[in-house]
């Protein structure tokens, strides 16, 4: 899949309750998996959802990811 665009990743824990705070994680294209990786190597993380920072929309395909 190529990517382009800016898309916002935002991390939830087993509650889903957002684990970040505010903060807001921006990658450019496949910089998603570099940032979605990092995510996933907090140890409270258990999902990730990558959106479309101008529409909003869930990237299909890639979101939401299951940090193992």
């Known amino acids: 899949m190529t990517l382009s665009g800016y ?5 939830y824990d087993t509650n889903g309750e957002v684990v970040m ?3 807001k994680n921006i990658a450019e294209g ?3 998996y570099t940032v979605r990786n990092a995510l996933c190597g907090i140890p409270s ?10 529409t909003g929309d869930e990237l299909k395909g890639e ?6």
């Open 7 to 11: 898309y916002q990743l935002t991390a």
């Open 45 to 54: 993380v258990a999902t990730v959802v990558v959106r479309d920072n101008n």
């Open 21 to 23: 705070g505010d903060r």
């Open 30 to 32: 496949s910089g998603i």
């Open 63 to 68: 979101s939401p990811y299951r940090c193992r």
